[in-house]
């Protein structure tokens, strides 16, 4: 089966991490404040706190931002639940946005319309959660504008997007938004195998999240509300959590990351590749907006349904039958069981409904050899015409 998504470790990956098992540190140590710094310089973001995924780093970025009962959080319903679980942990509301059908992100025109209507009603959101679907970038510039108008903070889910850039830049400077969250799982761009991380230019934001990450405790003598009782002192201010990442993933990592342009670069090239190659079948292909340049961390087609003579179901499993590990990105969230417990449903936002009925994620990852790209091209043709 050639999988939709696959890690890239070589020699030097594997040798990062056993300098770190024969080391005096295995977990918090000079590892995660390499790869921090590494991750925090090649974004241009003045700091960078690695966790153990960006599950926990959404849920820390909430809590940093201050969100909690009673507050609003709007994101996109065409992502990983994990967007939207993190109002949930802080006990506040979760909303949605619906998608733009040609970048397949937020649309930031429903999102306009949708504050507008907000305001009247006293149910502003306090964060808004963005998702860099399939590695490009939303538009950040309204975004951020909007955010002034109306009074919300901004933290860019980039799980998908390290290694993209909008409007010249990298994502993950936070230039448009509070903080940005990246994910280092092994089918995203850059793998700690499990791994996430929050950007940020506020120095009392990073604090937060150092303090969030492990506990609420805290020994940095400047930050002590009491008097220290001797050097075993620390003290624990707020209901924290062990989020940490180990030394083993960070070295991973900071290793990853010395090839992050040459992953992007591979990915874009295999993408530009599948472009020529299925032109002339009856799929709508990736759209980039002129402002993003995408990390191109997945490739999603629309099927044509009504040029393809089988349905969604039936090509997806011919696909998978051929060996070509295909897959769909992403049942819209408010659809899930659980979050129809919470009063959402089918119908609600129907541009992301549509597209999750002739959605298609084809294989892409760096070691996808042209050969194998052919396999699944060829395995198209025959499933679709
Ligand atoms: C993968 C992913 C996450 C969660 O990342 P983990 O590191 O697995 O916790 C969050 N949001 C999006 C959009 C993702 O794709």
């Known amino acids: 089966m050639i999988p939709y998504g696959r890690q890239d470790i070589n020699d030097d990956d594997v040798r990062a991490v056993i300098e770190v098992l024969r080391s005096d540190w295995l977990t918090q140590g000079p590892a995660v404040e390499r790869f921090e710094q590494q991750v925090a310089a090649y974004c241009?973001?003045?700091h960078a706190v690695a966790l153990s995924n960006a599950t926990a780093a959404l849920h820390l970025a909430c809590l940093a931002a201050g969100l909690g009962p009673g507050d609003l959080l709007w994101t996109s319903p065409n992502t990983f639940v994990a967007s939207a679980n993190c109002a949930l942990y802080c006990g506040a509301?979760?909303?949605?946005?619906?998608?733009?059908p040609a970048t397949l992100n937020l649309d930031v025109d429903a999102l306009e319309q949708?504050?507008?209507a907000a305001r009247t009603n006293g149910q502003l959101p306090k964060l808004v959660v963005p998702v860099h679907f399939a590695g490009q970038s939303c538009d950040m510039a309204r975004i951020a504008e909007l955010a002034r108008e109306y009074g919300f903070s901004v933290i860019e889910d980039a799980a998908h997007a390290i290694g993209a850039r909008y409007q010249g830049a990298p994502v993950g400077g936070c230039r448009f938004s509070a903080m940005t969250v990246f994910s280092f799982h092994p089918v995203k761009i850059v793998t700690s195998g499990e791994g996430g991380m929050v950007l940020t230019n506020s120095d009392t934001l990073y604090r937060q999240l150092l303090l969030l990450r492990s506990h609420g405790i805290t020994r940095a003598p400047e930050q002590l509300q009491g008097a220290s009782d001797g050097p075993w002192y620390y003290e624990?201010?707020?209901?924290?959590f062990?989020?940490?990442?180990t030394d083993i993933q960070a070295a991973l990592g900071a290793s990853q990351m010395g090839r992050i342009d040459a992953f992007v670069a591979r990915r874009q090239q295999l993408a530009r590749r599948y472009d020529a190659l299925l032109a002339d079948l009856p799929l709508v292909l990736p759209h980039c907006h002129p402002d993003a340049e995408s990390a191109t961390h997945l490739y999603v087609v629309r099927?044509?349904?009504d040029r393809v003579?089988?349905?969604q179901r039936q090509v997806f499993e011919a696909l998978r039958a051929r060996a070509i590990g295909v897959n769909l990105h992403y049942i819209p969230v408010h659809t899930q069981p659980y979050y129809r417990e919470l009063g959402f449903a089918a119908g609600d936002f129907p541009q992301a409904e549509q597209y999750y009925r002739?959605?298609?994620t084809l294989p892409l990852f760096p070691g996808l050899s042209e050969a194998e790209q052919d396999q699944v091209v060829h395995a198209l043709h025959e499933v679709l015409v």
């Open 242 to 245: 062990n989020y940490r990442i």
């Open 236 to 240: 624990q201010q707020a209901l924290g």
């Open 303 to 305: 099927l044509r349904l």
């Open 93 to 100: 509301r979760p909303g949605f946005v619906d998608i733009d």
């Open 44 to 46: 241009g973001a003045r």
């Open 309 to 311: 003579k089988a349905s």
């Open 114 to 116: 949708r504050l507008r």
């Open 358 to 360: 002739e959605a298609l």
